[in-house]
């Protein structure tokens, strides 16, 4: 997958004057946060569960290495293998080893960020393996040549048109916009892909150190189906998803369904715990686990160790208004969003990603609705400070910040002009209550009024409540 997020600023202008984009997000906006609101309401406890999953995974996060080699211990027990991978390069290498020993042609993937973010589609194929998406959405994505640009509605940004349109060019049927016709369309196409396929990759919600298994959570039959059809499955999966018992792992299962989808459970939390063994009716005769480091080991000990605490439910993105405004793909790389904003910079740096962190407005809606309570607007003002320490931030920022720096440490200077300047905003303002240009601040004003100051300063008001 190509990197893009150097050029946010460019995709999120185009992503605004895209009408087909902006109708799909509409359906965002009407969907997932209402309905999470509704499922919360129905549990009064979801408050004190936030507590305890924040509490859980720090503390997995400052043991992490343990509850990996537990893990890894088990999985071995139960007859599995598991494979260590610092770089995406060497998950994909290894992943391709697998397939090569199963002699394999074809393979079936269930719903995984990971192998996005390692760019495992593309390798695959330009060696001889073909991967197919069997997630619905996923599946649409790979016939338009597209990536997913949210975590869990990965075709978010696409309208029931664009979908018959794809399966009319690849399929070759009649054109139907009914989603039940189009559902049972994609099931047909599927089917003999599910039978071919030589091996299976699915990605993990969580890794369960207790047992050595993994777990899946969908609401598609397509995960069951391509970890136990298949001769050999492939758990790809980063590391920060252990946690250490089954009941741990129910914590979090209590938690990501209401904050994502706004359901009580997935309709599928399917569990693996190694290859078929004497008497199972199915499952693989093989059985790997490909754990993905790909720079988030430097994450730990650092400022950065809350967002490992993620656990891909996307709140934070069906919450924000920037990505309900632009859409995922104007972050230009796998993860969006808020979450986006901060992992981001970290797998391709903050020379690359530096703008996703100021695409911000800091409302902190992201923050109040994550299930495991993770301070984004603080990371996201890590990356700030980082990418201003570096000299990486606009000349015009940078102007700026000392312009402001020089008022705000004279505060007789700075009280004078912060008057003036909101008499003049709303004498500019005018009877209308707001003004549609305004100097240096055309960013502002080239897509919205700015309202004119309702008052007096902040200080003149501080100094009269005061009295």
């Known amino acids: 997958m190509q990197i893009k997020s150097p050029e946010f600023k460019q995709n999120a202008r185009i992503a605004l004057q895209d009408a087909n984009l902006q109708r799909a997000l509409g359906n965002l906006k009407a969907g997932f946060p209402h309905k999470r609101a509704a499922a919360v309401a129905r549990m009064p406890e979801f408050d004190q569960l936030r507590d305890e999953a924040r509490d859980l995974k720090n503390h997995i996060l400052e043991h992490l290495d343990l509850y990996l080699e537990e893990f ?3 999985v071995v027990a139960n007859g599995g293998t598991v494979h260590w991978c610092r770089t995406a390069e060497d998950a994909r290498k290894k992943i391709l080893e697998i397939c090569k020993d199963q002699d394999a042609k074809t393979v079936t993937k269930g719903k995984s960020m990971v192998t996005e973010e390692i760019d495992l589609n593309d390798y695959l194929e330009k060696n001889g393996v073909k991967p197919v998406e069997t997630d619905l959405g996923e599946y649409i994505l790979q016939l338009r040549e597209d990536h997913p640009s949210h975590i869990i509605a990965p075709a978010i940004h696409l309208n029931i048109e664009d979908v018959a349109d794809a399966f009319h ?16 369309e994609a099931r047909e196409m599927l089917r003999k892909h599910f039978v071919a396929a030589d091996v299976g990759i699915t990605g993990a ?46 914590l979090f299962l209590r938690l990501l369904a209401r904050s994502a989808t706004g359901q009580e459970f997935t309709v599928y939390n399917t569990l693996s715990s190694g290859p078929r063994r004497p008497g199972d009716q199915d499952g693989p005769e093989n059985f790997h686990v490909v754990l993905v480091d790909n720079g988030r080991s430097d994450m730990v000990g650092s400022e950065f160790q809350e967002m490992l605490r993620c656990i891909r439910c996307s709140a934070c993105m069906n919450h924000c208004p920037v990505y309900g405004a632009v859409g995922g793909h104007s972050y230009g790389w796998v993860y969006p969003g808020p979450m986006g904003s901060v992992l981001t910079p970290q797998m391709i740096g903050i020379e690359n990603a530096g703008l996703l962190p100021n695409a911000s407005t800091f409302c902190g809606k992201c923050e109040e609705v994550c299930p495991v309570r993770i301070p984004l607007p603080k990371l996201m003002r890590h990356w ?38 909101n008499r003049f905003l709303r004498f500019k303002a005018g009877k209308k209550g707001r003004t549609s240009k305004l100097p240096l601040a055309s960013a502002w004003t080239d897509h919205r009024d700015m309202p004119a100051p309702s008052g007096k300063t902040f200080m003149q008001q501080w100094k009269e409540q005061n009295r």
């Open 169 to 184: 060019e690849h399929h070759q049927r009649p054109k139907s916009n009914d989603p039940a016709h189009l559902m049972r």
């Open 72 to 74: 890894e211990k088990n």
């Open 384 to 421: 700030r400070d980082k990418e201003y320490e570096k000299h990486l931030s606009p000349s015009s920022v940078r102007s700026g910040l000392a312009l402001w720096s020089f008022f705000a440490t004279r505060p007789k200077l700075y009280r004078l002009f912060a008057a003036v300047g």
């Open 205 to 250: 919600n969580f890794l369960v150190a207790e047992t050595g298994s993994t777990i899946i959570c969908t609401n598609e039959g397509n995960g069951d189906l391509t970890q136990t059809l298949p001769k050999t499955h492939i758990v790809v999966s980063s590391i920060e998803k252990v946690v250490p018992t089954l009941e741990d792992m129910t």
